[in-house]
């Protein structure tokens, strides 16, 4: 069974779910044994349970990518809201290995604001491929990990 990827990133412009289009590409054809996730931004609670809280939870590994979304003044941005209700999300189900991306000068605030140590900014977008390309082989990412396993303590009865 492939390594499962939860990718939560903006798609608000055909730049950003081309660039989310890549990263799977990248994931299930280049390293292969990987099934990636895209989250998709939707409208009806019914969607948000049956897909992307089940998908989520279900996943072995976690990518934020935070772009730029309203300009707040002369040099700060807002960041996803629904993105960052998925890292929040993230967070609360455990997942201790993820890799988080954010876009420069995007203000940090809400969740992310507690976690941002572990974050690294790019400046530009294509970036992003080659940084998710060093930070997996870094944080030693493997398809055959499952967050999901339990080690199991080997039990000896006296014989």
Not at 32 to 55: C, G, H, P
Not at 61 to 87: A, C, T, V
Not at 89 to 97: A, H, P, R, T, V
Not at 114 to 142: A, D, P
Request: glycine share 4%; aromatic share 12%.
């Amino acid at each position: 069974m492939p390594g499962r990827i939860f990718l939560s990133c903006g798609q608000n412009s055909k730049k950003e779910r081309k660039l989310a289009n890549e990263i799977k590409s990248w994931f299930e054809n280049t390293l292969k044994d990987y099934s990636v996730y895209v989250a998709i931004e939707v409208q009806r609670l019914e969607d948000i349970n049956n897909a992307i809280v089940k998908e989520l939870a279900l996943s072995d590994y976690y990518i934020f990518i935070d772009f730029r979304r309203e300009r707040l003044n002369w040099k700060e941005f807002r960041g996803s809201l629904f993105s960052h209700q998925e890292l929040a999300l993230s967070y609360y189900l455990g997942f201790d290995n993820a890799i988080i991306l954010t876009e420069d000068r995007v203000k940090t605030e809400g969740f992310l604001k507690y976690i941002q140590s572990n974050s690294i900014t790019f400046k530009k977008r294509n970036e992003i491929l080659g940084l998710l390309k060093k930070e997996v082989e870094k944080r030693r990412w493997s398809p055959l990990y499952s967050r999901h396993l339990i080690a199991a303590e080997i039990i000896r009865t006296p014989v």
